[in-house]
């Protein structure tokens, strides 16, 4: 979960503005806050709200029960805070991010990436954010807050540019979009988030620029996604007999019996002709 959960997104306070004593106090419990909520997440993410319990956090996190409700007062509670903090995490790189764009499609598209992206190298936290938090009223209420402010990025990516671009629209597409992402979690699995990335590009633009002008900034995501896509190996069919293969066929084979660093300069050879 790189890039959330960092002990100084938890700090209650700024070390600078206290003295070293309290400094140190506050550093030591904003790394305990941020492991605790790493823990929780993960232990939601695997077990489901229902089944996660504060035991299992605790053992992930390798704390005693002590540390814990000197923090948190229950199971949500810890819920919450990891899912406010991570929230505030994304939508402040996915406004950096769309800060760079130049015109709306590009802020939306550049922003929807960096989305997908670090929910996508993040699994565990994305299936909290899009899904589990909505089983705990108040971690659910919070989804509904953030899913406003991510209206009013998104809203502000479009209207600079755009005169159709409101609140009530906004919200209505920062709904869907995050109703794709959870579905993408649940049918694609985890690490899969990039794939939806032509389906956000086409409902965030659709209301704005068009069928036919969000069908194009669909095509063209599709196609960056098949330009990363790996290529299939070309692999002998091992029923063949060696004289029935090719000569690139007989070289690959061999190929297999070589070391990796060797396998690689091989191959690349084999495909240059």
Do not use: N
């Not at 806050?33 to 504060?54: D, Q």
């Not at 029960?65 to 991570?86: G, I, N, P």
């Not at 936290?125 to 108040?138: G, S, T």
């Amino acid at each position: 979960m790189s890039g959330f959960f960092k002990p100084a997104d938890y700090l209650s306070k700024d070390p600078a503005t206290v003295d070293e004593r309290e400094a140190k106090r506050l550093r030591y419990d904003a790394k305990q806050r941020a492991k605790l909520c790493r823990a929780m997440v993960r232990v939601t993410a695997r077990r489901g709200y229902a089944g996660a319990s504060v035991h299992e956090a605790l053992r992930v996190a390798g704390y005693g029960k002590s540390a814990y409700y000197r923090h948190f007062e229950d199971r949500e509670s810890c819920l919450l805070e990891a899912f406010e903090r991570s929230a505030a995490t994304l939508l402040g790189r996915v406004g950096a991010a769309a800060g760079d764009g130049d015109g709306p499609a590009t802020r939306v598209g550049v922003g929807l990436q960096a989305f997908v992206e670090m929910l996508g190298g993040a699994p565990d936290l994305a299936r909290v954010m899009l899904i589990e938090v909505r089983v705990a009223p108040r971690c659910r209420e919070a989804q509904q807050r953030w899913l406003g402010r991510f209206a009013e990025l998104l809203e502000g990516c479009l209207s600079a540019d755009t005169s159709g671009a409101d609140g009530e629209v906004a919200r209505l597409v920062a709904g869907a979009l995050l109703e794709r992402l959870a579905s993408g979690v649940r049918k694609e699995g985890r690490g899969k988030l990039a794939e939806a990335l032509p389906d956000l590009a086409f409902i965030a633009l659709a209301p704005y620029a068009g069928t036919e002008g969000a069908m194009t900034e669909m095509g063209r995501y599709r196609e960056q996604l098949s330009r990363r896509a790996p290529k299939p190996r070309v692999t002998p069919d091992p029923e063949r007999s060696k004289a029935e293969r090719s000569p690139r066929e007989e070289l690959l084979a061999r190929v297999e019996t070589m070391s990796e660093e060797e396998a690689a300069r091989a191959r690349l050879i084999i495909e240059e002709g």
